[in-house]
């Protein structure tokens, strides 16, 4: 069986940092992403990583703040989130791409998804 699990959400002050967890049994994927959505909002793209790190990408949002990585051993993807401002909120998502095929950033190229972490930022 298949799954993904987030973790490491909470509840931090703005300019703080976090540090998500996204931890993948049962097989190990192409590629892992990270999205997140804000009540009312759409599921939006984050973060994606290809491999064990040697290709990244980020939406234009989070470049300079947040960086994603990898660690093949155990199977597991990170999000580094610093300099955090209150419209970063939302329930961050982590999903797992078994091909090459399709858009890093497009929620229906992945075909793994986690239950979600939630990241509070204060203002």
């Known amino acids: 069986q298949v799954q993904v699990v987030e973790s490491g959400g909470g509840l931090v002050q703005a300019g703080g940092s976090l540090r998500l967890s996204c931890a993948a049994s049962?097989?190990?994927?192409?590629?892992m992403g990270w999205f997140r959505q804000a009540p009312g909002k759409e599921r939006e793209w984050v973060a994606y990583i290809r491999g064990s790190g040697g290709t990244t990408s980020y939406t234009t949002s989070v470049k300079g703040r947040f960086s994603i990585s990898r660690d093949s051993a155990k199977n597991t993807a990170y999000l580094q989130m610093n300099s955090l401002k209150p419209e970063d909120t939302a329930r961050y998502y982590c999903a797992g791409k078994t091909g090459a095929s399709g858009s890093e950033a497009k929620k229906s190229d992945y075909n793994y998804w986690g239950q979600g972490t939630q990241v509070t930022v204060s203002s």
């Open positions: 049962g097989r190990t994927f192409y590629a």
